[in-house]
């Protein structure tokens, strides 16, 4: 039974760890690559979350990268999409501002 204890209280510890690492890393490392087209990508984040088929006849790589920030600041489960894109727009201001 100790032992069951044991290996289960080290792969908590892992997991905890490598879940703050990947969050240290999102705000460090990936949400400031956003910056240089703040608004541009959160209109795109807006299409994506409202529309069936986004990207039309248009390149997909913009559409790409905004999905990616969706994965990165993910919408709360009561919020609505105006409500995610004024947090989400908030969110990067103030990361993109150095605060």
Do not use: N, W
């Not at 088929?53 to 994965?71: D, N």
């Not at 919408?75 to 103030?94: N, S, T």
């Amino acid at each position: 039974m100790k032992r069951i204890f044991l290996v289960f209280a080290i792969t908590a510890t892992v997991l905890l760890l490598v879940f703050s690492a990947a969050e240290q890393y999102a705000e460090r490392s990936a949400i400031p690559r956003y910056c240089a087209d703040k608004t541009g990508v959160i209109e795109r984040v807006g299409i994506i979350l409202t529309t069936a088929e986004p990207v039309g006849q248009a390149g997909k790589r913009p559409f790409i990268v905004a999905a990616k920030l969706i994965f990165l600041i993910p919408q709360r489960d009561d919020e609505d999409v105006a409500a995610y894109l004024v947090r989400l727009r908030l969110h990067l201001f103030q990361t993109c501002r150095g605060g």
